[in-house]
């Protein structure tokens, strides 16, 4: 059997818009390298990469999936990820253990946000790319004005390297611009280039000579002496230039008729790096470090897996060295001894077992204690830390209600479970309302959670908005006095207090203040009188939300003998201060976040408008690179979905944060709204 390591792997990410076509890339690809004996369909569920029962029932990808193929002797692991936005966790993942990408564009589409997205992704880690245009059998389908965005867009590095014979239903086949040769059907049958197309060939294997000839000045001299470049000068420049970022090969076909997929896998081996050429990135060593096979185990864990019949399954990629089946390893990250059992190759949800790992491969394996997304696996004699990646921050939270009793014994360790899967989830309690706050990148991304909770947990939830912590707090100094008094036989119950209370500057939270002199309250009694006021402060009187910014002074008072205790000052005390609360003018309060809104220029008008409706107050814009970011304070409970707000005005090109800043008065009609709804709730 063929050993694969650093020289003859290539580890590619696939990429792309939603709907461009990236499984069914993947499943050409399979199909043409014969790791699969027939080609599934994303519309019948059958493909190798999108087995999950929620991936089969939304016809599209949610979690990153490997498959591994061989061509000549390259093994190739595809790594087919999500192109939906919500799901861009495993896009980052895929993305950070591989040295290559493919980015997929729908010939009848063109370039979308998706596509604008993982292209800036690729540009922030330098990951070199080549870009398949896919589907050309649609109606629409124009290969030339895509180009023409690409270019528009990304800049004239977009080279194509193939043209399309014909388009839509008179798509037929490829032209390879390097071989000179046409290729036509599934079976790249050789065949002559059509008359029709010399001028448009001429013209790009002009353009693409010149794009290979740019990085190599012996290339660049030759070229402009006017000789004539070999097939293996212009392969040799164009990998050079892929591998510096100065050249996007453009390659095209169709997935679903498998036309192109054999080709886009040779280009794929012939100009993408090899895990060899790319350094390793380690924390504390700005400029990586050499991969080698000798060299002591390091690996990166790209993803976790809760599977609830094999357990946790740990997918990692190994960057030097080699990782055996049962042996024992050191988890660097959390210090600790981490037993490796049984390893696997993925394909899918295959799980083939292998007796060893060598570096530049990805694999699996089952049941590990400690190790986490994100860990490095090394050994302990000589531990290092890998970069991990870094994942988008939650934007969008609903609270998270468990259906049964049964449900809700089970829903924290399953919660826990989920957040480990992914870590673009979150969960915290909320203190204020008392909720259980669920977070991740938005409403698709959430029910998927859920469903996932019931399926792979049994836990049924339901999930609503959550809950606004509104405060209350007075606007006037006031005079309070209670008296408890209860005569019963035996000891009574005597209790009497008098407050001061007075409004504190906004933020200041709450003050209790003991200003009794000459004993008219005897000294033990005072704590049970600020427990008292504390208990009292947890629920106002407009709408039972807590008091805040207020200060409580027990000023006067009096004591029986026999039948005070604490429990009557403590009584004596809440009482007192209820009622102050009536007398000094109570208002509700808000919370207000900052808000910082990254958009494109084009948008700008359209985010201000919408903004002013949520009673917001812009503070100002700052223009960054094509981009502008727009900072406001605005009321949290106007802000709760602005996910799902900001993604269809800016039809998914914009981005967000909060962070909390303050309590406001809410306006009186708001205010009275607030009120209304939580007294009928309390009922």
């Known amino acids: 059997m063929q050993e694969y390591g650093l020289d003859n792997i290539r580890n590619i990410v696939l990429l792309g818009h939603g709907s461009s076509g990236k499984t069914s890339l993947a499943e050409a690809a399979l199909f043409t390298t014969k790791a699969v004996t027939r080609l599934g369909k994303v519309d019948e ?92 059998e649609r109606e629409n389908a124009d290969f030339y004005r895509t180009l023409e965005q690409l270019r528009a867009l990304f800049g004239i590095r977009c080279v194509p390297i193939q043209l399309p014979v014909g388009a839509q239903a008179d798509f037929k086949g490829i032209v390879d611009l390097l071989a000179m040769k046409s290729y036509l059907g599934s079976s790249l049958e050789e065949a002559e280039i059509p008359a029709s197309m010399q001028g448009d060939v001429d013209s790009y294997r002009e353009k693409l000579i010149e794009a290979a000839a740019e990085v190599d000045d012996t290339l660049i001299e030759k070229y402009l002496g006017g000789e004539e470049l070999t097939v293996e000068e212009i392969g040799r420049g164009l990998r050079q230039a892929v591998a510096s970022g100065k050249a996007m090969p453009i390659l095209v076909g169709s997935a679903l008729q498998n036309v192109g997929a ?156 989920l957040v480990e899967e992914d870590p673009t989830l979150s969960v915290r309690r909320a203190h204020d309302t008392g909720e259980t706050i669920v977070s ?67 933020g200041n939270g709450n003050e209790f203040e003991d200003r009794i002199v000459g004993g008219t309250i005897p000294k033990n009694y005072i704590p049970a009188v600020e427990k008292g006021v504390n208990e009292a ?19 006067d008072g009096s004591f029986h003998p026999v039948d005070s205790s604490e429990i009557c000052f403590k ?57 502008n970011v727009i900072e406001a304070q605005v009321p949290m409970a106007e802000v709760q979905r602005y996910a799902i707000d900001l993604r269809s005005i800016t039809q998914g090109r914009g981005s967000y944060k909060t962070e909390f800043s303050h309590y406001e008065e809410v306006p009186a009609q708001v205010s009275q709204k607030i009120i209304a709804e939580r007294q009928a709730q309390k009922a």
């Open 262 to 417: 054999s080709l886009l896998l040779g280009a794929a081996s012939a100009y993408l790096p090899a895990p060899r050429e790319c350094k390793v990135l380690v924390e504390g060593e700005s400029a990586g470090v050499e991969p080698s096979e000798d060299a002591p185990l390091a690996a990166l864990v790209l993803k976790t897996s809760a599977d609830p019949y094999v357990g946790k399954l740990t997918y990692f990629r190994v960057y030097n060295g080699s990782i055996s089946s049962n042996s024992q390893i050191w988890n660097a990250t959390h210090q600790g001894v981490e037993r490796i059992g049984q390893l696997f190759v993925l394909k899918g949800k295959t799980q083939e077992p292998v007796p060893q790992l060598k570096a530049g491969d990805i694999g699996a394996v089952a049941k590990l204690n400690v190790t986490g997304t994100g860990n490095t696996l090394s050994t302990r004699e000589k531990p290092v830390k890998i970069v991990p990646a870094t994942f988008p921050e939650p934007v969008f939270a609903q609270a998270v209600y468990p259906k049964t009793k049964a449900d809700v014994d089970k829903l924290g360790a399953s919660l826990s479970r």
């Open 45 to 136: 569920g059958n493909t190798v990469s999108d087995y999950d029962p929620d991936e089969v029932k939304r016809k599209m990808s949610i979690n990153l999936s490997v498959l591994p193929c061989y061509r000549d002797d390259i093994k190739i692991n595809l790594v087919d990820t999500p192109g939906y936005p919500e799901f861009n966790g495993e896009v980052k993942a895929g993305m950070r253990v591989c040295e290559g990408a493919v980015i997929v564009v729908c010939a009848a589409s063109g370039v979308e946000v998706g596509t604008e997205q993982v292209w800036s992704y690729c540009e922030q880690v330098n990951l070199p790319r080549l870009v398949f245009i896919n589907k050309m």
């Open 537 to 555: 402060v947890q629920e106002g009187i407009l709408a039972r939300y807590p008091v805040i910014d207020v200060k409580a002074t027990v000023y």
């Open 440 to 506: 991740g990148l938005g409403e698709t991304h959430l029910e998927v959670a859920a469903e996932k909770l019931l399926r792979k947990f049994g836990v049924a939830v339901e999930m609503d908005t959550p809950g606004v912590p509104y405060r209350e707090t007075i606007t006037v100094p006031a005079k309070a006095e209670y008296k408890h008094k209860k005569q019963t036989g035996g000891h009574g119950q005597y209790g009497h207090v008098l407050l001061e209370m007075e409004p504190l500057p906004r």
């Open 571 to 627: 009584i004596a005390g809440a009482q007192a201060f209820k009622k102050g609360l009536s007398q000094a003018q109570a208002i509700l309060l808000e919370p207000i976040v900052n808000i910082k809104v990254t958009v494109p220029q084009d948008f700008t008008g359209d985010i201000i408008a919408d903004l002013n409706t949520k009673r917001a107050r812009v503070q100002g814009m700052n223009p960054e690179g094509g981009v």
